[in-house]
């Protein structure tokens, strides 16, 4: 049977989203190319690389069908990332008219102008690269050695005030805002799908020989308070059971619980798991864990293999398991560790219309895959999948709810990111491209287009608020430089500005390249590794 395993380092990783605003680190030396150029190479050499670098990677190893999907909801990622984006920068845009800023450009992604065409003083461009979008805006605080220099010399333009500085830069956080807010209504009308396991605090299944279980965890303990902060559900941020365990800076682990009406206390040592105990330096960090699973509302079956164990005991899709060798079923974990670990037969209770009995199933190995992860041997098995969708329900967090939440997020990630002995390091946040890996996996998933538009709140928030922060490549640099002319009553001397431009937007760089260096990883298995597994085959009974 399928494991529902606890939530990875990767599941819950804290998403950065410095991929924001692109206006910020864009290269316009790159987009002042002449209308008049040839446009043909660039659609071109992009067309041909989605066929190189997706479609065919997605026909090889998963199948034509997987291809053609695999692409529309590729497109479909890059359609929303870019709408992220440029809403941020419309933001700026329209601020800077509405101020009587001098504009020079408003482009639509990067590269060479498919389209181009001058309103009013405005080039208004359609790139070739579809990657977000800028403004280009010369009475700003002047990057010329990032941007490359403005078609309108600085010196023929009079200068902005600081207040309207300030308000152009804080438009893009407050549009990004609105945009968040704006998702966040949809999602309060559709509902977000969500499930038991997600919203508990019960733990179905404690790892035998696990942190957990030698400090005396065990299933059916209800979770209370970890580091001495309450969690109320076993997913989010910032009262969940995972959030509390990853962000932990102690090494013994306080824990309340209850059990049997009676409430404990104990420590727990977080461990890395075993099976990532080999991991290299070019892979994300893994945090340690305390091998602890949510409990499971109902364990039902969704499918049961052609001659299988559960097949030749009689098990049906749509049953109900509800104990394991006299034991309450909280988590189908319990039945793969019991696959894995015991040699005789596994009893099982089973409810189907009302009736409730037992029934014995011996595990065995099936004939094909010969290997499961990491080449490792496919352990026996009963040969019974979970029905997925058994506890999912709808929710529908109103729009404030889910702002604050996604506000909560990215302040409990920057604090646990700067704390000492945090288990959170910068290897496992996600950039630009890990954000689209994200998108990806949710909206090729059942309600996805759900879970992406709850997922869009997420990263909004996010762009607006990271880029509030005080560099001098950010908006909040802008704001916080226009705050020091106003007070000064004259901008800073350049010969201190662009050095110090320059440097942030190195760091900057550097560290979306390290970012990247990751998410690109990840990329490559959902190209190539992210297909469905290989179905479950075993030999008929007369030869188990």
Known sequence: MKERSEPSTSDSRPVSSQAGDASDLKS?????????????????????????????????????????FGTITFLEVVLLFNLLIIVHELGHFLAARWRGLKVDKFAIWFGKPLWQKNIDGVDYILG??????????????????????????????????????????????????????????????????TTYSDNTTTIGFAMPDGPAYKAGLRSGDVLKEINGQPVHRWLGVPDGVTWRIITSTQGAIPIVFERGGNEMSISVTPEVDPSAKDHHWWQRSVPPKIQVAPAEKNIIIGKVYDNSPAMMAGLHEGDQLTAIDGVPLLSSMQ????????????????????????????????????????????TPDIGIDGKDDADVIMVHPTPWLQVTES??????????????????????????????????????????????????????????????????????????????????????????????????????????????????????????????????????????
């Open 28 to 68: 316009e030396t790159a987009e002042s190319q002449s209308g008049n150029q040839k446009r043909s190479g660039g659609p071109r050499f992009w067309l041909l690389a989605l066929v190189l670098l997706i479609i065919v990677p997605l026909a090889i190893f998963r199948g034509i069908s997987a291809a053609f």
């Open 128 to 193: 070739s690269i579809p990657a977000g979008g800028y403004v280009a805006l010369p009475q700003m605080a002047p990057m010329e050695t990032i941007e490359g220099k403005t078609d309108t010399p600085r010196e023929e333009l009079p200068p902005a005030s600081p207040g309207d500085k300030i308000i152009v830069a804080f438009a893009g956080p407050l549009f990004s805002f609105l945009l968040a807010l704006f998702f966040a209504t949809i999602v309060w009308v559709v509902g977000k799908p």
């Open 335 to 378: 039945i793969g560790y019991a696959q894995e670990h015991e040699n005789g037969p596994i009893r099982l209770t089973v409810l189907r219309g009302g009736a409730s009995w037992t029934v014995a199933v011996q595990p065995v190995r099936p004939l094909s895959p010969t290997t499961g992860a990491n080449s490792s041997p496919l």
């Open 407 to 544: 506000a909560n997020a990215v302040r409990g990630t920057i604090a646990a990111l700067l704390a000492r002995h945090s288990n959170v390091s910068a290897s496992q946040l996600s950039g630009p491209v890990g954000i689209m890996n994200i998108f990806y996996i949710v909206l090729s998933s059942e309600n996805g287009w759900r879970m992406a538009l709850w997922l869009a709140v997420l990263i909004n928030v996010n762009l607006a608020m990271l880029n509030l922060f005080p560099l001098p490549v950010l908006d909040g640099g802008h704001i916080l430089l226009s705050i020091i002319e106003w007070i000064r009553r004259r901008p800073l001397s350049m010969v201190i500005l662009e050095p110090l431009q320059t440097a942030c937007a190195v760091l900057l760089i550097s560290y979306m390249a390290y970012i990247t260096f990751f998410d690109a990883q990840d990329s490559g298995h959902l190209a190539m590794g992210g297909g469905p597994p290989e179905e479950i085959k075993f030999a008929p009974p007369d030869k188990h």
